[in-house]
């Protein structure tokens, strides 16, 4: 009886779609439950460093625990009396700075511009004519009333909208004092539900997770509670009303991504706006705005701590989009720490891997993959830049073994599996070519000579590797046959030349037998010769087999990169050698 092919559907994309609206449904109808657990969860990674000072200080834990919560309640009470004083003096002020502003804008409008005003009364007139209907005229206005509640329903909504946020508060806080005292109890517990087996990786997990989130979140408080105090100082020097009021608020504001600081510097701008009769209060105002968040992104916040949330900017950015759907204001300020907790969820998690990808702050391409992608895209100029970029970064040895050797050995797969067209490869191939020539040379001017020559044994790929160690070493200091010469003739005139090194660069799909017969009729021939063998498409699982082999085959080293090959070719070859002789008529006419 045939089996019914729909689960075998639905263990592909449609199982991860249906999760993840499990996962998003969950969120929206568990907003009353997960919100303050996640907001006691984040407030516990904050306080988590200072409770481990008191334990350090030998304090019991809960005398640690209370004194934590007693001053971080303290801190936090403060700032708010101070703020709500001044919002409270503000509120009673608002209709003075409303009218200010209406007279003000008003002395924005166009003046004595006859034109002006004459083209906007007629544009006025056609607009008024174009909406003018009879009906409407002669409508009446009806007030609509909102039904008059009972006394006890009322007094049922109030202390609903009293009771839920004070609640919700108390459910925070005894929440938080106790991930702060039973947190190893706690881990453990976790760590038994996930499962012994296990161990390791939710071990890491959590310390990541932990470390990240707690490194961030309590430098970031550092660092607003500083620019909210120089903001306070810097808006009451200007002479901008409640500054600490605006002071205090940016230091809130700056927890929530990209948008708080926008809102925190054009509110203190209105007002300056709307309180002097000039405009340099209010672009002093955006000016302090504008340069301390610049010398805080720049130079304060990587010098100081160096922290790194390791989330690309556009994730966050999405992030905060869907958490400010899901769990409003409040998780917008969450945004930032649970896309961490996620990522570090991702990376751990073999099944998640996914998540860390889309908000992993790291290239989602290798850059040789992305080098070759380029290329395939016939877009030169991106991949040279990138060539370019690193070369800075690494040096050209490191880019031949990290960019150009992989991406000859991806040209080389693919056109086997018919993945790209031979036009294609041969392009790639081409453009890999130039910038092989295109490398400053590293080898050492006042180096000697050195008696090295470089053998193929299928063209063209194996003669680009080549040429990659050549750059690498030093072109004059490796010899090449004459190209007109066949892979057995190469051999031939090699062996008569009797260097005292040979370089065997074989980065196609040539056969180990094949490169293992080479080595042994080099050997045979010459016994004192040094042999090195290239072969950059090896992987780590297959080098100690194949190392063994190609030494019972009379090779002196394998190794699988250009940076290998040189250190192989300076280990073996004395320091004193004579190059051969340059060109090669004998070899040319074997």
């Excluded at 890491?204 to 120089?230: C, D, H, K, P």
């Excluded at 304060?300 to 905060?320: K, N």
């Excluded at 050492?444 to 070493?473: F, K, Q, W």
Aim: with cysteine.
């Amino acid at each position: 009886m045939p089996q019914n092919p729909l689960p075998a559907r639905l263990n592909g994309p449609w199982v991860s779609l249906l999760t993840l609206v499990l996962v998003v449904g969950i969120l929206v109808t568990g907003k009353q439950v997960l919100l303050p657990l996640a907001l006691g969860v984040i407030l516990a990674f904050v306080l988590t460093p200072l409770v481990r000072l008191f334990d350090r200080l030998r304090l019991p834990r809960f005398a640690g625990v209370a004194l934590t919560m007693v001053m971080a309640l303290g801190a936090v009470g403060g700032v708010g009396y101070v703020v709500y004083d001044q919002f409270a003096e503000l509120s009673g002020e608002i209709s003075q700075y409303t009218s200010s502003m209406r007279k003000k804008v008003s002395q924005l409008r166009v003046g004595n511009n006859a034109a002006i005003r004459q083209f906007t009364r007629t544009m006025d007139r056609v607009t008024e004519q174009f909406y003018n209907d009879p009906d409407e005229r002669r409508a009446q206005p009806v007030r609509v009333l909102p039904p008059k509640l009972p006394p006890t329903q009322r007094l049922r909504e109030m202390s609903t909208a009293v009771f839920e946020p004070l609640a919700s508060a108390f459910i925070v806080l005894v929440l938080v004092a106790f991930l702060l005292g039973q947190r190893e109890d706690l881990r453990d517990r976790f760590i038994r539900l996930i499962g012994a087996g296990n161990v390791t990786m939710t071990t890491r997990l959590m310390n990541e997770a932990a470390s990240r989130v707690s490194q961030f979140l309590v430098w970031q408080t550092l660092i607003n509670i500083a620019f909210g105090t120089l903001v306070a100082l810097g808006l009451y020097w200007i002479g901008v009303p409640y500054a600490a009021l605006w002071g205090g608020l940016t230091a809130l504001l700056r927890f929530v991504p990209y948008v708080g600081s926008i809102l925190s510097a054009l509110m203190p701008a209105t007002l300056a706006f709307a309180t002097f009769p000039g405009w340099t209060e209010t672009l002093q105002t955006l000016g302090l705005f504008l340069v301390l968040d610049l010398v805080t992104a720049y130079f304060v916040e990587p010098v100081l701590f160096g922290y790194r949330t390791e989330v690309s900017s556009f994730a966050l950015l999405i992030s905060a989009l869907f958490w400010i759907w899901v769990w409003g204001p409040v998780g917008l300020l969450l945004a930032t720490p649970l896309t961490v907790c996620i990522a570090v969820l991702g990376r751990h998690v073999r099944s998640l891997r996914f998540l860390a990808i889309i908000f992993a702050d790291e290239p989602a391409l290798a850059p040789y993959v992305r080098f070759y992608q380029r290329l395939l895209a016939r877009d030169e100029d991106e991949a040279g830049v990138l060539v370019t970029r690193k070369l800075q970064e690494l040096g050209p040895i490191s880019v031949i073994d990290q960019i150009l050797v992989p991406a000859v050995t991806l040209v080389q797969h693919h056109r086997d599996q018919n993945e790209i067209t031979e036009e294609d490869a041969t392009f790639v191939l081409d453009v890999i070519a130039e910038t092989v020539e295109q490398l400053p040379s590293t080898a050492d001017a006042t180096a000697p000579a050195a008696s090295i020559i470089g053998l193929t044994v299928r063209a063209p790929i194996d003669e680009l590797v080549l040429e990659m160690l050549r750059a690498a070493y030093g072109r004059e200091r490796i010899a090449l046959m004459s190209p007109e010469l066949s892979a057995e003739e190469a051999l031939r005139a090699a062996i008569r030349e009797a260097p005292a090194l040979i370089c065997i660069a074989a980065a196609g799909l040539t056969r180990g037998s094949e490169l293992r017969n080479y080595c042994r009729r080099i050997r045979a021939a010459l016994p004192d010769v040094k042999i090195v063998v290239l072969r950059p498409q090896l992987t780590d699982d297959e080098m100690p087999r194949s190392t063994e082999r190609f030494r019972e085959a009379g090779a002196d080293c394998l190794v699988l990169g250009v940076n290998e090959a040189v250190v192989a070719i300076d280990k073996l070859l004395p320091a004193t050698t004579e190059a051969p002789s340059q060109p090669q008529p004998a070899a040319a006419s074997a």
